[in-house]
Structure formats: C-alpha cells, structure tokens
C-alpha cells in the first residue's frame, strides 16, 4: 500500500511513544515519568490517542488502569515499528562494547546463571564495563508476556513456544547423568538401574508437581522410582545430596561442576533420557539491534568455551 504522506503528516508520531509508554506502564504517572514529560502532558497525549483511535484505549480500574481490546491489538504492532524505528536511526552508529552503556534484563534458570554467570561477568568487567545485567528468574508461564512487554530482553530456557514476532536460538545441548555422595550410598559408576531405584531420589521441578522426564522414562520400563525431596532450585539439589543416602538425575555439566565443587560422583543415567536443548529467545524486533546482537553471539561463544561436556576435544 502506497504511503500517504499528507495523511500521516496531520499525526504527531510522538503520541505512539506516549501510547507504548502508557501502555507498558498503565500510568500517566509512570508514562510521564518513562518518556521525561510532565504528567499533564501524558494526561493530554492519552486524550489525543482517544480522539485518534476513537476508543478510551486505557480505563479507570481499581489496580490501575486497565487496556481495552482496541488498546491490547494496538499494543504489539506499535511496538514492533517504535523498536524498528529505534534501529533506523541508530544503524549507522558505530556499537563498541568498550564504551557502551546500557542494562540488559537476562531470564533464565539458576542452573545456567551458575554455568555462564560467572564467566559472563568477567567477560564484561574486563571488556564491557558499562554493561550491566539484571538477571530474573525464568518465569515460563509469563516470559512472553515479559518480552512482549519490553520487561525482558532475552531469556534462557530449555523450550519456548514463541510466536511470530519471537526469535529462538541454541545456545547449547546437554544430557542427563545421576549424581550423589557415593560414601553415602555405597556405589560406584556406572550404577545399575536397580541399585538406581534402590535408593529415594531428588527431583528439580519448576512445576508445581513431583513427577519429571525420569518418571516418564521409568514408567515405560513398568519401574518407579522413591521421590524424598522435589525442590524449585537447581541449586539446592546438590547439597541435599551432599548430606543424604539419595540420587538425583540432572543436566550433565551442572552435575560434573557440583562433584569437583563438592566431592560428590557422577554416573551415566542407567535409562535412556532425551538430551536437552537450552535456547534463548528475544523480540523479533531486537534482531537487528547492535548491541543485543553482540549479547547473542557473546552466549553462544562462552556456552561453547565454558558448558562443553568433559572429555570434548
């Protein structure tokens, strides 16, 4: 469709800024506040957006202010082309992570905040010191609410099932092996699957629920297995296992950094487990943006420099 030029040029285009402020904020306060206006310029802006849309797009409700159906349709599409624009102007910048500042919003499980954690931050003292990280805990039932809403620039997580204007990519794959105090439990790699089932288990679930791929695994074999603790954090897992005659299953190069961390032994799972693939999804939008590329391939090169299994060449 050609552009007409006459149209557009009676819209002020700053009122979709003051509409993805408001709509990502539902304020006048904290619209204002986002896009450095006074509140009674956001106050006229949002009557403006009403009159142009012809909707009241942001109601009065008792926890703030609630989007009507119009405003919900509109929010996606007048991001997206804020976020292009936002790229337009800036592609001729020259990006240098030296000197750069800016804040990334980082979700993901703690199992991979301690595999790249570490070595992301040193990455970035070293050689990006105005970049920041707020890193979230993965919230699966949310996340892509959280990056629609421009609340969280990547996430991390084993599967996403993104729409359109979502990005995936692998960041890495893992496998499954068991670990636990072998002075505890009295075996010693490889374990059998019975002398796996003859001793209570540790499960990792994020869902509010004590039953994981094991279990499905097992219930194919017609076994089962003991559960003693199923606990939220990755972090945690280990420790219990420290203290307790118990086993538990998780991914590969998590379970081999614990036992050098903590003395403990890791065996190959005695049943056959799909291996796993961690992704990072972000907002389509974000793709050509300079600085989030530069993130992107960062991860990719410090999950393959520092979570590859041992023994790799």
């Not at 050689?127 to 039932?141: H, K, T, V, W």
Request: hydrophobic share 45%; net charge neutral.
């Amino acid at each position: 469709m050609a552009i007409d030029h006459i149209d557009l040029a009676r819209i002020d285009l700053n009122l979709l800024v003051a509409l993805d402020a408001l709509l990502s904020e539902r304020s006048v306060t904290r619209a204002a506040a986002r896009t450095g206006v006074g509140q009674s310029a956001m106050s006229s802006s949002l009557a403006r957006l009403r009159a142009l849309f012809g909707d009241e797009l942001l109601t009065r409700a008792p926890e703030g202010m609630r989007p009507t159906p119009r405003a919900l349709a509109l929010a996606e599409p007048v991001r997206t082309m804020l976020r292009q624009v936002q790229v337009l102007v800036r592609r001729d910048e020259v990006f240098d992570p030296r000197t750069v500042e800016r804040t990334f919003t980082i979700s993901l499980p703690d199992s991979t905040e301690v595999l790249l954690g570490p070595t992301l931050l040193a990455y970035l003292r070293a050689e990006a010191p105005g970049i920041s990280l707020l890193l979230r805990s993965i919230d699966r039932a949310h996340i892509l609410e959280a990056i629609d809403a421009d609340r969280v620039d990547l996430a991390v997580d084993l599967s996403f099932r993104g729409q359109l204007h979502h990005k995936q990519s692998l960041l890495y794959r893992d496998s499954y092996v068991c670990l636990f105090n072998a002075a505890l439990v009295g075996l010693t790699p490889p374990i059998s699957l019975d002398d796996y089932l003859r001793f209570p288990h540790v499960l990792t679930s994020l869902r509010e629920t004590a039953h994981g791929v094991v279990d499905d695994a097992l219930a194919k074999l017609g076994r089962r297995r003991i559960l003693a603790v199923t606990s939220p954090r990755f972090l945690a897992v280990p420790f219990l296992v420290r203290k307790a005659p118990v086993l538990t299953t998780m991914h590969a190069r998590l379970a081999h950094f614990f036992a050098d961390a903590l003395g403990l032994t890791v065996s190959p799972a005695p049943v056959a487990l799909d291996d796993v693939a961690m992704s990072m999804l972000w907002h389509a939008s974000y793709d050509d943006d300079p600085a989030h590329r530069w993130l992107r391939a960062l991860l990719r090169r410090l999950a393959h420099e520092c979570v590859e299994p041992p023994g790799s060449a």
